[in-house]
T-cell receptor
């Protein structure tokens, strides 16, 4: 069973569309992450939320807008994306951003295609 | 910031042989080192991890070693099986971020 749930599994969107990716965890974790992964590459950090506050933004373009409505939910709002934004978007959680030896738990990801 | 280097990028072994993947890191403040396995089209999954105050950890066929002085850590898989075929990522955690290696594609030939 996947403890971090992401929806949708697949998403195809045009460059003028607005869509949202959703992530949910019920492990009581206080840190949640968005990663972008291109084929044959490691996950690339986009955003980190710690205790529902944005902690890290890795200089991500404003067409990606994160939101953390509560400690269990994380959204990524997408607007005016480019074809090069096509990738696997992974949500992850951990006990705490600065917690010692707390691993990342990844969701199954959303496969995004921008046409 | 932290820099994690991983080698080799691809590794082919015969079923039953051992496989070793090596990573180095640059920031002596990094204190936690997880390893993830990612099968094609699936999410990265934690397979083993080690803290900076431990030199070696083993879980059945998988082991990880850490040399803090040299700033390197390694994944060892013994008696490899075809289902071990996947991409493996090492990572190092500093104060508040995980830094990933570039990945090793392991192919276990039956």
């Amino acid at each position: 069973d996947t403890e971090v749930t992401q929806t949708p599994k697949h998403l195809v969107m045009g460059m003028t569309n607005k869509k949202s990716l959703k992530c949910e965890q019920h492990m009581g974790h206080r840190a949640m992450y968005w990663y972008k992964q291109k084929a044959k590459k490691p996950p690339e950090l986009m955003f980190v939320y710690s205790y529902e506050k944005l902690s890290i933004n890795e200089s991500v373009p404003s067409r990606f807008s994160p939101e953390c409505p509560n400690s269990s939910l994380l959204n990524l709002h997408l607007h005016a994306l480019q074809p090069e934004d096509s990738a696997l978007y992974l949500c992850a959680s951990s006990q705490g951003q600065s917690s010692y030896n707390s691993p990342l738990h990844f969701g199954n990801g959303t496969r995004l295609t921008v046409t | 910031g932290e820099n994690v280097e991983q080698h080799p990028s691809t590794l082919s072994v015969q079923e039953g042989d051992s496989a070793v993947i090596k990573c180095t890191y640059s920031d002596s403040a990094s204190n936690y080192f997880p390893w993830y396995k990612q099968e094609l089209g699936k999410r990265p999954q934690l397979i083993i991890d080690i803290r900076s105050n431990v030199g070696e950890k083993k879980d059945q066929r998988i082991a990880v070693t850490l040399n803090k002085t040299a700033k390197h850590f390694s994944l060892h898989i013994t008696e490899t099986q075809p289902e071990d075929s996947a991409v493996y990522f090492c990572a190092a955690k500093g104060f508040n971020k995980f830094y990933f290696g570039s990945g090793t594609k392991l192919n276990v030939k039956p």
